[in-house]
Nanobody, 124 residues
Framework: QVHLVESGGGLVQAGGSLQLSCAASGRTFRGSVMGWFRQAPGKEREFVAAISRNTGATLYQDAVKGRFAISRENAKNTVFLQMNSLRPEDTAVYFC?????????????????WGQGTQVTVSS
C-alpha cells in the first residue's frame, strides 16, 4: 500500500509563488511516475504535471508550461511542484498521484494512488 500526503498549499496573490510537496510512504515502485492534478470547484480534475522516478523526464499541461516546475527527491520519496506567476485560474485543490508504471501519463485513470489534496487559492 502507498500513502501520499500533500503539503504547501495556501493563499497567495496573483503573480506570487508556492511550492507544493508530496511525500510518499509505504511500498516503493522503481519504475513509477508521480503526477500532480488539480480540481477547481464545479470542474473536472485535470492533469498538471508528471515526473518519472527513474529518468526525471517530465510532462506538463500547456497552461502551466514555463510557470510550474515538477521535481523529485527519490531518497526522500518526495515530489515537488514549484508554482510561479500564479493566476486566479490556478485556484484549485491540488492532488498528487502515483502511477505504478514507468510511462508518463496525463489521464487520471492510469494513476493508482492518490493523496487527499491541498488547497491553493490565488487572489486577484
Amino acid at each position: 500500500q502507498v500513502h501520499l500526503v500533500e503539503s504547501g498549499g495556501g493563499l497567495v496573490q496573483a503573480g506570487g509563488s508556492l511550492q507544493l510537496s508530496c511525500a510518499a510512504s509505504g511500498r516503493t515502485f522503481r519504475g513509477s511516475v508521480m503526477g500532480w492534478f488539480r480540481q477547481a470547484p464545479g470542474k473536472e480534475r485535470e492533469f498538471v504535471a508528471a515526473i518519472s522516478r527513474n529518468t526525471g523526464a517530465t510532462l506538463y499541461q500547456d497552461a502551466v508550461k514555463g510557470r510550474f516546475a515538477i521535481s523529485r527527491e527519490n531518497a526522500k520519496n518526495t515530489v515537488f511542484l514549484q508554482m510561479n506567476s500564479l493566476r486566479p485560474e490556478d485556484t484549485a485543490v491540488y492532488f498528487c498521484a502515483l502511477r505504478t508504471s514507468a510511462f508518463l501519463g496525463s489521464r487520471a485513470d492510469v494513476y493508482s494512488y492518490w493523496g487527499q489534496g491541498t488547497q491553493v487559492t490565488v487572489s486577484s
